[in-house]
């Protein structure tokens, strides 16, 4: 059974910073590509993020790109988001998931339609 479970949002001014955490069981872990999605109120859920199995190649799209960072460690199952300088534009709900392989990595679908708790990031201007 899937799981991911994300973790390390809040309240944050903006220009601030916060690093989102997403611990993902019942695939294997390593043979995926993972992704971090958002949904802001009112709007459709966002592709964010995505990173390769091995952690050798990542992509952003353009309105993160140089403020976030994405990385992993297949050891602990985890995928991490590192935000920084936030601005309220960023306010949302983040998610992770893996992947979908058929999918273009640089515009990717999730594996799966199963989606954790989410972690709230809300930045205040």
């Known amino acids: 059974q899937v799981q991911l479970v994300e973790s390390g949002g809040g309240l944050v001014q903006a220009g601030g910073s916060l690093r989102l955490s997403c611990a993902a069981s019942g695939r294997t872990f390593s043979n995926y590509a993972m992704g971090w999605f958002r949904q802001a109120p009112g709007k459709e859920r966002e592709f964010v993020a995505s990173?390769?199995?091995?952690?050798?190649?990542?992509y952003y799209v353009n309105s993160v790109k140089g403020r976030f960072t994405i990385s992993r460690d297949n050891a602990k199952n985890a995928v991490y988001l590192q935000m920084n300088s936030l601005k309220p534009e960023d306010t949302a709900g983040y998610y992770c998931n893996y992947l979908n392989p058929s999918s273009s990595f640089y515009y990717p679908k999730p594996l799966y339609d199963y989606w954790g708790q989410g972690t709230q990031v809300t930045v205040s201007s």
């Open positions: 990173i390769r199995r091995d952690g050798g190649d990542t």
